[in-house]
């Protein structure tokens, strides 16, 4: 039996329909805007989304930095989270990549930024200050174990930053598990944001991509920095019949993965070694805090055949996905608890 991968949903495998709808691809040019089933796949991402457009992209860092250049110029700044997935993650590319200066501000554990210190941030006008150019959010928040952002909340950060005419970018890499948790329609989670980004590779399953969704006037001119920043795939038909389908069949199946975080997390609070607030689990991931040393506890439940994240000198996260069923989480609390059993006897 292979080993029982709790790392990330990103290693999900496309379902047997996805790769039959892959063979099946009607395909064309997509740098032209040729690819039918490219075309098809954007129009549907935007409609989902309540967005006028939508552009493909063949990852979520790459659709947060097109997003950023698209609203940015040189010098500029934007807001975000100091535990935001742009700001850990994705290599600086905003300053890299585009000159644009980043300013955090602190995310509660249930990824909200204040709004008075967001406010606060804003640049007042004066030669000596970048622009501050753009707001970022994030829903679901990745690093705040997967918290999901309320409407309200985003509403109320949208009429902020239209009182101060600066956009609002949402990363939504993870949105429709937003929307099936609070069991909303996704469009209540990104009403009144300028841009959203959203993943087909993590909870819904499809092998590569990513869609960017704004205005139609936005999306022209981001294509011409996904060209800049080498995203343009030609006869991508091929992934995008796969997200396709991602979006038509595999939304509501996100609640099975919920149900077996909370079930996850609630085995790993009764496991000595471990500390879990089961109760905080909204979405599919659920965070650790480890009496040992994370990377050796990973290590050694590795070894075991459960693989999970190092979050921290002493944090692990585990995420539930297409793939996993409830008896892969009773066989990994299992292990795990084997595995702290003895750690804690050295």
Known sequence: MGAIDLRSDTVTQPTP???????????????????????????????????????????????NLVAIL????????????????????????AAALGGVHVRVVYNDPQGRMDPEEVEGAIRLPGLGFPRTALICLENTHNRCGGAVLSPEYTATMVSLAKRHEIP???????????????????????????????????????????????????IGRARRYRRMVGGVMRQSGVLAAAGILALETMVERLAEDHENARHLAHGLADVPGLSVDAEAVQTNIVIADTANPAAEVAAELAQEGVKASVYGPNRLRFVTHYGIGREDIDTALALIASVMTRLQRL
């Open 70 to 93: 698209t609203h940015c110029q040189r010098g500029d700044e934007i807001i975000l989270g100091n535990e935001a997935h742009t700001f850990y993650y994705e290599v600086g590319g």
């Open 168 to 218: 609002v970018h949402l990363d939504g890499a993870r949105i429709f598990n937003g929307a099936v948790y609070l069991g909303c329609d996704v469009r209540q989670l990104t009403d009144g944001v300028d841009t959203v980004s959203f993943c087909l590779s993590k909870g819904l399953s499809a092998p590569v991509g990513s869609l960017l969704c704004g205005s139609a006037d936005f």
């Open 17 to 63: 329909a996805m790769r039959e709808a892959m063979a099946r691809a009607e395909v064309g040019d997509d740098g032209w805007g040729e690819d039918p089933t490219v075309n098809r796949l954007q129009e549907m991402a935007a409609e989902r989304l309540g967005k006028e457009a939508g552009l493909f992209m063949p990852s979520g860092t790459m659709s």
